[in-house]
Structure formats: C-alpha cells, structure tokens
C-alpha cells in the first residue's frame, strides 16, 4: 500500500474501525479467526516494540459500506458487537525496510471466532486499545494502507524494493505511472541509467507473480530477480542518452480491475557480460477501473477523544483476514 495509517497502534489511547463489503470476504456463511496488519513501506521511524492490551470486536452491519458512519455505534444501530479478542498484544519492532512489503507481523487471533453470514450484511471490525497505559517514549507502528479517492481514475504502484544493483558501469532505475494503470489504459514505464552509454540494451518485463530470485549465482552479486515467468520487451538508449518509454496496452475489459503485476528491467552493459549488467528496482502495480471506483473498504479512527473518517474515497489498513470464506 502507498500510504501510512497509524491507529490504533503506538499509541496510548486509539482505535480504528474497518468496514467489509461482504463480496471483499464471502457472501455465504463463514467464519473470521483472526487479522493480521503489517508495518508500512512508507517510513523512516525505527522502534524496539512493546507490550499492551488491546480489544476487537465485530459486528454484521446492514450499513453500506459506502455510506459508513464514522461512529461504530451508528452503523451498528446501538448494538455492542461481539468481543473476539481481550488482552495483551506484542507490537514487534518496527525497523527499516529494504524488501516490500513487508510481513505481516501483527497478528491478532480472535479468542471466540466470529461466524459471519455475508448474506445478512456487511463485516465491521472495531481495534482498540483497552488500557490508558502509556506506551514506551520512542515506541510506533505504522500500518500499511491504501488511500483511493473515488473520485480519482487512477491504479495503484509501490516498490518492492528500494534500489536495483549497481557494477562499474552504474545502475537503473524503473518507475511506473500510476495514473495510466487502468482498464483500457496502459503499464507504462520510464527508465533512468546513472551513465551514458553504460547499458544501451535494456529488457524490461511484466509478471503476473512475485518470485525473488538472488542473481548472485548467475554472476551477478548484490542483484535480486522479482519477476516470475514474464513477458520481455526491448528498449533501447538513445543515442544522446535516455529511454523512450515503454507501454505496454491494456484491455477495456472490467475483469483487469484488481489485476496485480510485477515489473523491473535488465540493463544490458555495453560490454555484453552478465556481470557487468543490472537489474532495476521492482514496482508492482495494480490495475485500477476506467470509471470512478466503487469504494468496498472503509475505515474510521478514533484519536482518544472522537471519531474521524475520511470525505472523499477510502483510507484503510491493509489486513489480511483469517478464517473460512466459502
């Protein structure tokens, strides 16, 4: 995710409350055994971790998602929802990145599993502190999260990485627009060598999965492969210096939206040996609708004192839930 929400943890009093379109989890009967959450790319702050009680409960809501309160209360009709999990939880440290994104590490197991029917209603989950005990001095967490305006047509890119390799001959770098990843648009990718004439040859490719790949064993040290099996096109320098940049078309067909790529290109030193070449940084991208998108996902958050939500699109947590969904 491209952004950073940061409730409920790390703080001494917060929560945040997450809305799911029932077709985002199942629509039949089902059950939710625990979340998990995960440390965002997005930042510089490094903490040790620490220990503090922490609630969740959930709700079946007939509230729209699109259409969420930022009151739990509200879109629950007064009901106090069930308690699936009470007590302590070990917030890990959060470090520096190098690898995106990364793991989910904050894992929530619900003590009473929660058995829920899609067909009744949406899922609303409420994560809170339940202690006023402040949190060490210096002591964070910052969640992954997606921040979609649905007035915006736009898809969605982020790193898996923070560099490519570099050998005396320099390095590259690949970036993806954002804006032109959607349903009849375009994968379109620009490129950037530290050096003229260093690599003229350039072999960029797209992967419908991530497989990390150390190249160390094909000569190439310091060098990481994300791409699994991909498709490759050429591109070559200009004679002045620089890449033109590289589309690859997109279908109008709605059933891209959602689809996830993998991307990063293969510099090919002028030399013409493997050691002396690179590979770019990895981008993912996401491919995003040709209209204003539906909003499916919706969060609020609660500072200590009232409750905030966002006015335009969604602003969530990215989670992975756990459980049976048929």
């Keep these: 995710g491209p952004s950073v929400h940061t409730y409920p943890f790390g703080r001494t009093t917060g929560a945040v409350c997450m809305l799911f379109d029932a077709d985002q989890v199942t629509t039949q009967q089902g059950a939710v055994f625990g979340i998990r959450f995960r440390q965002s790319q997005i930042t510089s702050v490094q903490s040790l971790g620490y220990t503090k009680d922490y609630q969740v409960r959930a709700w079946t809501v007939t509230t729209p998602f699109s259409a969420m309160n930022k009151d739990p209360m509200v879109n629950s009709g007064g009901q106090p929802g069930t308690v699936v999990f009470n ?4 917030i890990p440290a959060e470090v520096l990145l190098t690898t995106f994104p990364a793991p989910f590490a904050i894992y929530i197991p619900f003590q009473t599993p929660y058995a829920y029917d899609g067909s009744l209603g949406n899922l609303m989950l409420v994560v809170e502190t339940a202690d006023t005990t402040p949190i060490p001095t210096g002591q964070s967490f ?19 990485d923070t560099q490519g390799c570099a050998t005396t001959y320099g390095g590259l770098t690949m970036a993806t627009n954002a804006a032109q990843a959607i349903v009849g648009g375009s994968i379109t990718q620009s490129f950037q060598s530290t ?6 040859i350039l072999l960029s490719g797209l992967s419908f999965t991530v497989q990390p790949l150390d190249l160390q064993v094909y000569g190439m040290p310091g060098c990481t492969s994300w791409l699994g099996p991909a498709v490759f096109l050429l591109v070559l320098e200009h004679a002045t210096g620089g890449y033109p940049n590289l589309v690859w078309p997109l279908p109008f067909d709605p059933t ?6 993998a991307g ?19 981008v993912a991208t996401r491919i995003g609708s040709s209209a204003f998108p539906a909003v499916k996902v919706q969060s609020s958050f609660f500072t200590g004192t009232s409750w905030s939500i966002g006015t335009t699109g969604t602003y969530t947590p990215v989670v992975a839930l756990e459980g049976v969904f048929p």
Excluded: M, Y
């Excluded at 007590?87 to 070990?90: A, C, E, F």
């Excluded at 891209?256 to 790529?261: N, Q």
């Excluded at 990063?264 to 990895?282: R, T």
């Design 87 to 90: 007590g302590p939880l070990t």
């Design 142 to 160: 910052r969640l992954d999260a997606v921040q979609l305006r649905n007035n915006l047509v736009t898809g969605i890119t982020a790193p898996l």
């Design 195 to 200: 050096s003229l004439g260093g690599f003229p």
């Design 256 to 261: 891209l939206e959602g689809v996830a790529l």
């Design 264 to 282: 990063q290109v293969l510099g090919i030193a002028s030399s013409g040996l493997l050691p002396d070449s690179v590979v770019s940084n990895g």
